[in-house]
């Protein structure tokens, strides 16, 4: 694959994951990102060749992409990296993948399928754990009950940050929840609902949070209504709400700011010891306005290495030709079971043992 898939954003914690596991499937990706020693050291330990170049003019942009078949964005916060390389793309004619989970980047790349279709260009995002397991669940679900009207999603087990995911979470504590109502998305505060889910291992609270499912499950499924939710300690569950008035001071510029520059000097992702512990476990129900229900769960590993393996093989299937042009999420380009196909990957049907008492607050 040398020369058809370049992967920017390569030697940032989650970037250097997916590079190394392309190496280790047998592809040769070329690097690229704004700082010349980073990706040069990167290039020269993998064997890979390299580009370098920043994001802020969209002619350099576009010379770079078209030289490819794809481009995987691995550079986040996606707020600010994912417009001007899939935009790029567009005008290139090459393929845009990335590994966003935010709601507003792929409500913005959604509404350019006109425009991706018309010019023959893919527009994949969110193929990492944000938000392959989790639309792949969602597909399952709708499967299963195709009258479905609502659906829920849950994350049990994000526990380890890298700088990327930390600085992308500092974004969005100045911001409201999310949920999809009637087909639209609406506006609610953080931590809006708490509910006590089981992910297997008995109940545990979980709020409400603006996952990239608000947006990426509702054009796989076409469930009109969509809430997302992540466990947290049952202390925090009860202090969350509480800390709303803090929005507009946590958004501020200097704020901002001062936080990133802490992780910048404390956040460096887990190690490799750490991501081999680490579990993650995803609850998922569906119900209809008959009353039917049908629940699921996912078993995965840790969600840096499973966003490593899922961007590199859909980088690959893309590459290769087995998406068609326009907008796709991950499980309506590969289908529900896509996410089973990754080691380590375990789905259970759940459906005799939810919603039996479980307790909704809001």
Request: proline content about 5%; hydrophobic content about 40%.
């Amino acid at each position: 694959m040398a020369d058809e898939l370049l992967v920017y954003g390569s030697y940032g914690y989650t970037g250097a994951l997916v590079a190394r596991t392309a190496v280790e499937e047998g592809l040769s990706p070329v690097l690229a990102g704004r700082t010349a020693e980073k990706v040069e050291r990167q290039a020269t330990d993998l064997g890979l060749d390299h580009r370098v170049f920043s994001l802020q003019h969209s002619e350099v942009v576009e010379s770079q992409v078209e030289k490819f078949a794809a481009v995987l964005n691995c550079a986040g916060p996606f707020s600010k990296t994912a417009e001007p390389l899939y935009s790029a793309c567009l005008n290139a004619g090459t393929d845009y993948l990335d590994i966003t989970g935010e709601i507003d980047v792929l409500e913005a790349i959604a509404g350019r399928e006109e425009e991706a279709e018309a010019t023959g260009v893919t527009l994949l995002p969110a193929v990492g754990f944000d938000v392959v397991p989790t639309d792949c669940l969602a597909a399952y679900l709708h499967e299963e009950l195709p009258s479905a009207t609502r659906l829920s999603l849950a994350i049990d087990g994000l526990g380890t940050f890298s700088p990327g995911t930390a600085k992308s979470i500092v974004e969005g504590l100045s911001t409201t929840g999310a949920v999809r109502q009637d087909g639209r998305i609406r506006t609610v505060p953080a931590a809006w609902k708490t509910r006590h889910l089981d992910f297997g291992r008995g109940r545990k609270p979980a709020v409400s949070i603006p996952w990239g499912d608000i947006s990426s499950a509702y054009y796989t499924t076409g469930i009109p209504n969509i809430e997302t939710f992540a466990t947290v300690p049952e202390y925090a569950a009860k202090l969350m709400p509480k800390t709303r008035p803090l929005a507009p001071v946590l958004g501020t510029k200097s704020v901002q700011k001062a936080l990133k520059a802490v992780i910048d000097a404390a956040v460096s992702g887990p190690s490799a010891e750490e991501r081999a512990r680490s579990v993650s476990r995803i609850w998922g129900e569906v119900d209809d306005d008959d009353g039917n229900r049908v629940t699921a769960r996912l078993r995965t590993p840790d969600t840096y290495d499973l966003t490593a393996k899922t961007a590199v093989e859909s980088a690959r299937r893309v590459v290769e030709g087995e998406v068609g042009p326009g907008f796709h999420t991950p499980a309506s380009a590969f289908g529900a079971d896509y996410v089973l196909e990754f080691d380590g990957v375990e789905r259970e049907d759940a459906s005799q043992r939810s919603a039996v008492g479980m307790r909704v607050e809001e």
